[in-house]
């Protein structure tokens, strides 16, 4: 590794979380440079997949590629300019990021990059392919159906399942491959299960239906650190509507709180939580940093909610603090899985 890494930091992209990529990006970029001394080239992924340089020093921004050759090619008004590139950190929520389609980009021009790999992110990027990924792996998780399609089949599936789980039933209807709740709906009856199901499938080729769970959610952050796996100690969101909406997580208005160690755990559920924390992430091959999202019920029972694999990073966000909490800085972290990442 030369002294100075040159770190591509590329954020934005095409979801719903473009907005709160780009803040967890300013995260990432000011550890990089200020905590770090690591030289830094911004690119912003448009909507539309379009790459923009963003120059350091202000000025317009400007189209670029990555090139074989480890090279970030920035297109100026002088022709072509070319900058080093030793590694990729796709900072982004959802698509191309957390779906693992950027990684295969890295992955074909040889550039290491911070992360899941592509074939670990489509896996936890898609709730119906996690659950069935958690069952094969004995990690407890919702109970649940999954539905390919909308037609009388398939919602007469939803409609037994929703019947069979319990007196007052009520379920949380999910599209398979989004994220910040968003094609996500509660349904207390079965009108409003076939509304929530035709909406979810309006962003999602696969939708879930789930048993609602009423208890906490907790949340881990799992990463790699000199070689090793790390579970922090649960934080948690409390969230006094129960339902960690967009708006919950996003808005000024939010009445939702987090803390980063929860209080009232016993031992033993916090020790399981992170056995199963663990599990899921070398289970399902992740490298690098995850969260893993748990809830747990009234009645003391653990199951995993979903896995990211790329979480949020911004001021609010609980992954940088549940790993701060554990004595190891994001900046420590970042510098270990860099270097460890070039050394290879
Ligand atoms: N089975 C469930 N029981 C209770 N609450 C749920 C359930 N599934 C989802 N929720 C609520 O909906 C939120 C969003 O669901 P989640 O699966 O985490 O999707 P996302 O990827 O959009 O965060 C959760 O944080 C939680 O508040
Ligand atoms: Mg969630």
């Not at 779906?99 to 670990?120: C, K, N, R, V, W």
């Not at 996690?130 to 390919?148: E, G, R």
Request: aromatic fraction near 10%; hydrophobic fraction near 35%; charge should be neutral.
């Amino acid at each position: 590794m030369t002294n100075r890494p040159s770190i591509l930091v590329v954020y934005g992209g095409g979801g719903t979380e473009h907005e709160v990529s780009m803040i967890s990006a300013r995260y990432i970029i000011d550890t990089l440079r200020k905590d770090l001394s690591m030289n830094v080239s911004e690119v912003l992924i448009d909507h539309k997949g379009v790459w923009n340089y963003k120059n350091i020093d202000g000025g317009p921004e400007l189209p670029c590629f990555l090139k074989p050759g480890k090279l970030l090619s920035i297109q100026t008004k002088d022709g072509a300019k070319d900058i080093p590139i030793d590694l990729a950190i796709p900072c982004i929520h959802g698509p191309p990021g957390e779906t693992g389609d950027i990684q295969s980009h890295f992955s074909m021009y040889q550039l290491p990059y911070l992360g899941a790999t592509p074939e670990a992110s489509i896996i936890c990027f898609n709730k119906v392919s996690t659950k069935l990924w958690l069952n094969a792996l004995n990690i407890p998780n919702t109970p649940f159906v999954f539905l390919d399609s909308m037609n009388e089949k398939n919602l007469q599936l939803a409609n037994t399942f929703f019947q069979q789980i319990g007196k007052r039933p009520e379920v949380f209807v999910k599209a398979s491959s989004q994220g910040s709740s968003v094609g996500c709906y509660p349904a207390t009856d079965l009108v409003e299960l076939k509304t929530a199901l035709t909406s979810a499938f309006e962003y999602s080729p696969y939708v879930l239906v789930e048993k609602r769970l009423y208890g906490r959610e907790l949340e881990i952050s799992v990463f790699e650190y000199q070689g090793k796996v790390h579970t922090s100690y649960p934080g948690e969101i409390v969230c006094p509507g129960k339902f960690y909406s967009y708006d919950e997580k996003y808005s000024s208005n939010s009445t939702t709180s987090t803390a980063i160690r929860a209080s009232n755990l016993p031992d033993t559920v916090v020790e399981e939580m992170q056995t199963l924390a663990r599990k899921a992430f070398l289970g399902l091959k992740i490298r690098h940093l995850s969260r893993i999202d748990f809830f747990l019920t009234d009645r003391q029972e653990i199951f995993v909610n979903e896995i990211n694999t790329f979480p949020g990073l911004t001021p609010i966000s609980m992954f940088p603090k549940m790993m701060e909490a554990t004595g190891i800085t994001f900046a420590a972290f970042l510098k270990d899985t860099i270097q460890r990442s070039l050394n290879r």
